[in-house]
């Protein structure tokens, strides 16, 4: 009888011991995925992606606005040409502009 409950004993100890370990993993898990899901709370979603090409159909659609602005009016075009540069949301360097004969 007494060695049955020693082997009880033994037995639960061990399953304890499984017991804690498997709890110590669950927790770095669970801190993983919070790390994770941290991390993905940071990246861009697929509206950052729409506004993109929104720009991109704006740079392209003023670009072809300016150019005909040049070939409109190329006399005094340097002035309204860096006016309508400077009130763009996005970088100057996005747009190919044919040179101008004004300066």
């Known amino acids: ?60 659609s003023s670009c072809v606005l300016i150019g005909l602005l040049y070939k409109a009016h190329p006399d005094g075009c340097q002035h309204r040409l860096e006016t309508l540069l400077r009130l763009r949301p996005y970088p100057i360097g996005s747009c190919v502009l044919p040179p101008c004969p004004c300066f």
């Open 1 to 60: 009888m007494i060695q049955k409950v020693q082997t009880l004993q033994k037995r639960l100890i061990a399953k304890t011991e499984e017991v804690v370990e498997a709890d110590l993993l669950i927790q770095e898990k669970e801190k993983l995925y919070v790390e994770l899901k941290n991390i993905l709370a940071r990246q861009p979603g697929p509206e950052v992606a729409e506004q993109l090409s929104i720009y991109q159909v704006l740079c392209s």
